[in-house]
């Protein structure tokens, strides 16, 4: 790959003919039209979120490096920012007073507002560039390469830029533009940021079945998603269908394996609404998160509740109970071999060699108290099953 060192471009250079589109959160254009300032691989702009724009004006007026720039060269007259696009959005967007940075009076002040010399102080500022030339895939190899370091890429983030193309454009038209007014919706059941492109990964996830990679390959240039946007909103509308409160730990569940495996089930919205209360009221339910696989699974698999077992002290004490009463009789101390007609009828089991079982089980009323505490031996605890 070919590469030039530019070091005459100044950030007036690179401000002429800014455009931004603030509800996107996208700098498009600079140097007069001729720099793509978000090429379709690159991340949404980020650093509004944490004040880093202001970071990056302070540096331009203390003289402080920036860092290297690198752009793409396309043609003759078409640029992109290979790496520095958040850098170089900063920049347009004070110099066309989109947001304020805070004097030496703590004032804040918008470009328009600040001293000429400040003003030229910034657009003066030369910047160190680096032009590359190459290949598709030499450019997205360095492209990788260089965001090792900073705010590193994420795993959606690379293959966006992997598989550029109209899919991935249309794609982050719809699950990574933070103005989408579905995002409040879609975030009740999805974690993450739209910015971070992590609604985009779940909607590929849930198509997919897991296989992202493989999906934008085989779907790189098509000029559609309907069937990306048709799952990924029968999968919410499943979801909100079936349970009719929305609790924080429903965020970031694998609801598109949950459709997959109980979508064609028949629910009562209202019965689930209640076993639902139920299961957040219940002291002995220790993952909630588990409690809406565990009802759409017909509430049989305990396990996903990670309901509270007996503690040590309970199983001891338990354990020296039924093994006093046992050795007189001649039995054993593991109530269900003593009823069997085997070897074990008569066995005194050591505490390593038992399990805790629930007397009346948790899932019918019992509690996670010593009153309703068995030991039985492991064979016949893990016959038993139901916790």
């Given at each position: 790959m070919k590469t030039i060192l530019k070091t005459d471009i100044t950030v007036k250079d690179i401000c002429e003919g800014f455009v931004y589109n603030e509800l996107e959160g996208k700098g498009l254009f600079g140097l007069s039209g001729k720099l793509t300032i978000q090429p379709e691989y690159q991340r949404n702009y980020i650093y509004i979120k944490d004040?880093?724009?202001?970071?990056?004006?302070?540096?331009?007026?203390?003289?402080?490096?920036?860092?290297?720039?690198?752009?793409?060269?396309?043609?003759?007259?078409?640029?992109?920012?290979?790496?520095?696009?958040?850098?170089?959005?900063?920049?347009?967007?004070?110099?066309?007073?989109?947001?304020?940075?805070?004097?030496?009076?703590?004032?804040e002040q918008y470009f328009s507002g600040i001293a000429a010399d400040k003003q030229a102080r910034i657009l003066e500022t030369k910047l160190t560039i680096?032009?590359?030339?190459?290949?598709?895939?030499?450019?997205?190899?360095?492209?990788r390469t260089i965001n090792i370091v900073g705010i590193p890429l994420n795993d959606q983030e690379l293959l966006n830029a992997i598989f550029s193309g109209p899919f991935v454009t249309l794609g982050k038209e719809e699950f990574s533009n933070s103005q989408n007014s579905n995002i409040q919706k879609w975030s009740a059941y999805v974690s993450g940021s739209a910015n971070r492109q992590e609604f985009l990964k779940c909607a590929l996830d849930w198509v997919s079945k897991g296989n992202i990679s493989d999906y934008m390959s085989r779907h790189r240039f098509d000029t559609n998603i309907a069937e990306l946007k048709t799952y990924f909103n029968s999968v919410i509308e499943w979801v909100s269908s079936v349970f009719k409160d929305v609790e924080s730990e429903m965020r970031g569940l694998?609801?598109?394996?949950?459709?997959?495996?109980?979508?064609?089930?028949?629910?009562?919205?209202?019965?689930?609404?209640?076993?639902?209360?139920?299961l957040y009221g219940d002291p002995y339910v220790k993952n909630r998160k588990g409690i809406f696989e565990y009802i759409l699974g017909g509430s049989k698999d305990t396990k996903l509740l990670n309901v509270r077992v007996f503690d040590e002290a309970i199983k001891r004490s338990v354990y020296s109970t039924q093994t006093a009463k046992a050795e007189p009789k001649g039995?054993?101390?593991?109530?269900?071999?003593?009823?069997?007609?085997?070897?074990?009828?008569?066995?005194?089991?050591k505490l390593g060699e038992m399990d805790a079982d629930h007397v009346t089980a948790w899932s019918k009323g019992g509690t996670t108290e010593d009153k309703n505490c068995q030991m039985l031996c492991k064979t016949h605890n893990r016959a038993k099953g139901n916790l």
């Open positions: 004040k880093k724009d202001v970071a990056v004006i302070e540096s331009l007026l203390k003289g402080y490096p920036l860092g290297l720039i690198y752009f793409n060269k396309v043609s003759d007259n078409k640029l992109e920012v290979l790496d520095g696009q958040q850098r170089i959005t900063s920049f347009g967007r004070f110099v066309t007073n989109k947001f304020a940075v805070k004097d030496e009076n703590g004032m680096y032009e590359c030339e190459g290949s598709e895939s030499e450019i997205k190899h360095w492209f694998e609801w598109g394996q949950l459709y997959e495996k109980y979508h064609k089930e028949a629910y009562d919205p209202a019965k689930v609404s209640e076993e639902v209360q139920k039995e054993s101390n593991c109530p269900l071999c003593a009823i069997g007609h085997d070897a074990n009828k008569s066995k005194i089991w």
